[in-house]
């Protein structure tokens, strides 16, 4: 498996009001060797439920800008040391919140990422 990874890690976002690991937007990356994850936001739900916010400042935060940085600097050293080998490039992308996460990653966390591939981000998430 080692042969074919490109040294590349593709971060999907998730999209939406997130509460679901989305498996389609990984396939991406898979097809061109990328390492790939992705994440449900730091909750569940279902649709754009938001119930689980109320009264809930950490997870409003780890929705708004932090779950991304957290599980991007965790993903990363799983992938370096399950290969053995140091990343060479590092995108994120996806679209909606996805695509304000990568916006988001940009401002906050620019040293996360080496590019953003920021698709109809909803940069008004108030």
Request: glycine share 10%.
């Amino acid at each position: 498996m080692d042969q074919v990874w490109n040294q590349r890690f593709l971060f999907n976002a998730c999209m939406g009001f997130c509460g679901e690991v989305s498996s389609y937007p990984t396939m991406a990356g898979v097809i061109r060797n990328n390492a790939t994850m992705s994440h449900d936001g730091g909750h569940t739900a279902a649709g754009f439920d938001s119930l689980w916010a109320k009264n809930n400042v950490p997870l409003r935060e780890g929705f708004a800008y932090r779950s991304n940085h957290v599980v991007a600097v965790a993903a990363k050293a799983v992938i370096e040391r399950f290969y053995s080998k140091q990343l060479t490039y590092s995108f994120i992308s996806s679209c909606s919140k996805g695509g304000h996460a990568g916006i988001v990653a940009a401002k906050r966390y620019s040293n996360d990422f080496d590019g953003v591939i920021a698709r109809g981000p909803t940069t008004h998430y108030t």
